[in-house]
Each structure stands twice: as structure tokens, then as C-alpha cells.
């Protein structure tokens, strides 16, 4: 039976108080240039290097902007931080990521990016970061937005249309109650790996407000 409505997770920050929540990671094998212009602009940039040695380490990262090259050796992947791009989609769907170069790509990574929200060239003016990252932020500070993501996912993983729903409607009961436990309780019989995927990533979806 239909009980709850979509809209009503169309709760919305404004634009200051969503860049000053949402932590943006950059994985760089260099200083990113256009940080300091970025911190004034209000975003919160925390640059981590390339050395990234566990998704882990960004797991608390909503926004993330990865360079191409230079980056994750330690996964031993020649498409670098493409491979990495592509790590992090899967393990964390609902993360907005920001592929960040400044060449064209064989055809491999060109599949790796894919897995990319947006592509930021680097010569590409402070005007054109703050867009994006503008886009990004609210994006990821609207809980109706950050499930739509969630349920492209499981879309594309094959879940049919009616377990979609009544995945939502846990979603939506967990969101208006403020209750992520509810998350668990779902009987919809589903892979433990979608089930995982589901859970964790609501929960996380679910917390980020909650906290805030």
C-alpha cells in the first residue's frame, strides 16, 4: 500500500550551509591549484594525496575529485586513478565524483571515467570549479537527490521496479522518522550483496542529515 511520498525528502540547505558540510577529498600526486581560490570561495577542500591505499580512507568523503595520473599506485592498476574512479563507484554508488585531467585517454580509461559524475580539465577556469562544485554540493546535501542516485543504482543491478519501491518506501519511512535502524528491518528478498548495498549506502545517505 502506498504510504510515503518522495517529496517529502525534498528538504533543501541552502547553498552556504551545504558547502560548509560536505567535505571534498582531492586525490592529486600534486598540490591542487585551484584549492586556496576554492576555501575562499566556502568549500571545504581537504587535499589527500595520491597514495590512497584503501577505499576506507574516503569513505567519509561526500564530494571527490581524482586525478587521473599519479594516482593509487598501490591498487597496481595501469589506468590509475580511472581504476580508482571506477573502485569507488562500485563500493560507494551514491559518492559524486569529479575526474580531474588534462589529456585524452585510451578507450579503457575512457570506460573507467565513466564512472565519473563530471570531467574537470585542468586548465579549467576557478569560475568553472565553483559551478561544478556548486552543483555538487547541493546534489549531495539533498536527501530526495542522493536516493534518486541510490535507486539508478539498483536499477542498473537488475532489481525489478516493484522491490525498487517498496525499497524506497523503507527509505522514505526511515528518513521521516529519523531511524536508520528501520534500514534493517526490510523483509524484500533480495542478494546479500544488494542488500548490503542498499543498507549501507542509505544508511549513510541517511546519517549525513541526521548529524547535521
Not at 534500514?183 to 546519517?207: G, H, N, R, Y
Request: hydrophobic share 40%; net charge neutral; aromatic share 10%.
Amino acid at each position: 500500500m502506498f504510504r510515503y511520498q518522495l517529496e517529502s525528502s525534498k528538504e533543501i540547505k541552502k547553498l552556504p550551509d551545504a558547502k560548509n558540510e560536505t567535505a571534498i577529498a582531492v586525490l592529486d600526486d600534486d598540490p591542487f591549484k585551484p584549492s586556496k581560490s576554492l576555501t575562499t570561495h566556502g568549500f571545504r577542500i581537504e587535499e589527500l594525496g595520491p597514495d590512497i591505499r584503501s577505499l576506507s580512507q574516503i569513505s567519509n568523503y561526500p564530494v571527490i575529485i581524482c586525478d587521473i595520473r599519479g594516482v593509487a599506485p598501490e591498487f597496481g592498476s595501469s589506468l590509475e586513478g580511472a581504476h580508482l574512479i571506477e573502485q569507488i563507484r562500485k563500493t560507494y554508488p551514491d559518492k559524486f565524483l569529479i575526474a580531474y585531467t588534462g589529456m585524452q585517454h585510451s578507450i579503457s580509461h575512457n570506460k573507467a571515467l565513466s564512472y565519473a559524475d563530471r570531467h574537470m580539465d585542468k586548465a579549467a577556469l576557478i569560475e568553472e570549479w565553483v559551478s561544478e562544485l556548486d552543483d555538487a554540493v547541493m546534489v549531495m546535501s539533498t536527501p530526495y537527490k542522493r536516493w534518486l542516485r541510490l535507486r539508478l543504482t539498483l536499477d542498473k543491478s537488475g532489481i525489478d521496479a516493484y522491490k525498487i519501491y517498496r525499497l524506497e518506501q523503507t527509505f522514505l519511512k526511515a528518513y521521516i522518522k529519523k531511524n536508520p535502524k528501520l534500514l534493517d528491518t526490510t523483509s524484500i528478498d533480495l542478494t546479500p550483496e544488494i542488500k548490503d548495498l542498499f543498507t549501507l549506502t542509505a544508511k549513510t545517505i541517511l546519517m549525513s542529515f541526521f548529524n547535521s
